[in-house]
């Protein structure tokens, strides 16, 4: 019989996100856990022996066929095995694992108590376990006070530093926080080794690689912190080519940054819609990867983003690059139905494996949106940031040099676009943008930088 359980994940000593994801990886490869679904991540003072290091706490729903106390046991024998000490009650550890809830079950003896005793004092537990089941209430006969676990979480004091949900994109960077008001936007440079770009074809293609690594370094110290990788132009109406050409292309593009000193702590971003692409270039190097499609056009792709445990960007797209333009029809609204398509990848992503905090949102300026709606995007893109489901995960906004910017400019040439895409970008950030896309890197730096003076407080 299959039980459904909520584990607490807990960490703060070393690498603490990785230890979260060994965590959940060893539950996963147990055969008697299976996770299916995580909350965010969210990073927290001790509680209770407070001179220690912050902790990263999150909660995962997993289905079991273990009974209570079996699944206690196996949990922590999964915290022995990675080598968790227990100096002192409450103090410092790697890994923490705690089940929360067991079906709608009450159990107690001197080994375990559930629902978990202390589990509604705690933020660091009811704000992750809101964030997966908003609308819950404690089981009636449990020993606690009644109500929904949202209305206890209302109760509690209003915390100093409030929590935000930490996304990841590489080791070597800092996390985003989508929430906090005062974070600074991320600059991803775009290096398109096509010919056919819509705007840069060519620019970085055959004899023209000898360039690349000085245009890798420019654009970092023009202050880009991602590089995102592209093989394969989906620029309205292109022809789509096999991914032995886009693998050709982008991976020794991507083992050339990884081994340039000056880039070690800038993320690699591969821009691929396929499985068999995105694997080699993050076993290349590559931290993330971007899909303009939500894995709609590979039906590998998010299986093989959660086995790799990299970071995905779920883009919104309707049909391929060459059907695109045709399909922009939104009777519900371009928001609710962005935002409802996008939940649906989100969901797909997390049946797949792919873990809440690696996943990043991009609303697909230009895809599959005529002029109106791209606008509409932009104006409304706070609302979009709070759509049910769609909270607290960090989006990318790529608006640069697009035919929509030149519609309205007048400018046919996309090197002409700047001033309208400095525009462009200024709106994605005061609606709440985390990544910026771009190609003119040192000049929208500059704009990203103004914009977070006037909205980033």
């Known amino acids: 019989m299959k039980h459904r359980a909520f584990i607490a994940l807990g960490s703060n000593l070393g690498d603490r996100i990785n230890m979260i994801e060994q965590a959940c990886r060893e539950m996963d490869n147990s055969g008697k856990i299976k996770i299916l679904r995580t909350s965010s991540l969210w990073e927290t003072k001790a509680m209770y022996v407070q001179d220690q290091d912050k902790f990263i706490n999150g909660v995962c729903e997993v289905e079991t066929s273990l009974s209570p106390l079996a699944l206690l046991d196996e949990l922590q024998a999964i915290e022995k095995k990675m080598g968790r000490v227990k100096i002192i009650d409450k103090g410092p550890r790697n890994i923490d694992l705690d089940v929360l809830l067991y079906n709608d079950s009450v159990y107690s003896d001197e080994r375990l108590t559930i629902p978990h005793a202390l589990m509604l004092e705690r933020e660091f537990v009811l704000r992750p376990l809101c964030e997966l089941i908003p609308e819950a209430s404690l089981p009636a006969q449990a020993n606690l006070p009644a109500g929904s676990l949202q209305s206890h979480l209302g109760k509690l004091p209003i915390s100093k530093e409030p929590l935000s949900p930490l996304t990841r994109l590489c080791p070597s960077q800092p996390n985003i926080t989508a ?3 005062d974070r600074d936007t991320r600059i991803m440079a775009i290096l398109n080794i096509t010919p056919d770009s819509f705007s840069d074809g060519g620019k970085h293609y055959g004899e023209n690689l000898y360039n690349l690594p000085r245009t890798i370094k420019s654009n970092i110290e023009y202050g880009a912190t991602i590089l995102d990788v592209g093989g394969q132009s989906t620029r309205p109406g292109s022809t789509q080519l096999s991914s032995d050409v886009e693998i050709d292309r982008v991976v020794p593009v991507i083992k050339l940054i990884r081994g340039l000193p000056e880039a070690k702590d800038t993320a690699i971003s591969v821009d691929t819609y396929r499985a068999d692409v995105a694997r080699q270039a993050v076993e290349a190097g590559a931290d993330i990867v971007n899909d303009v499609s939500a894995g709609l056009l590979d039906d590998d792709m998010l299986s093989t983003v959660a086995q790799l445990g990299c970071t995905v960007c779920l883009m919104h797209m309707r049909g391929t690059p060459e059907t695109m333009n045709s399909l ?22 997390e049946a797949a494996g792919i873990r809440r905090w690696r996943i990043i949102l991009d609303p697909g300026i230009g895809f599959a949106k005529n002029q109106e709606q791209n606008l509409e995007l932009l104006r409304r893109l706070n609302e979009l940031r709070e759509y049910p489901g769609l909270q607290g995960l960090p989006w990318l906004v790529g608006t640069s040099r697009k035919k929509f910017i030149g519609d309205i400019t007048g400018e046919d040439k996309p090197a002409n676009r700047l001033w309208g895409t400095g525009a462009a970008i200024t709106a994605a ?7 910026l896309r771009v190609h003119d890197t040192k ?15």
């Open 443 to 457: 000049v929208m730096t500059k704009v990203a930088r103004m914009a977070d003076a006037i909205w980033r407080v």
């Open 328 to 349: 922009t029809q939104y009777p519900d609204g371009v928001i609710e139905t962005v935002g409802r398509e996008l939940l649906d990848r989100v969901r797909a992503a």
């Open 429 to 435: 950030i005061q609606g709440g943008a985390d990544i």
């Open 179 to 181: 929430t906090r008001s």
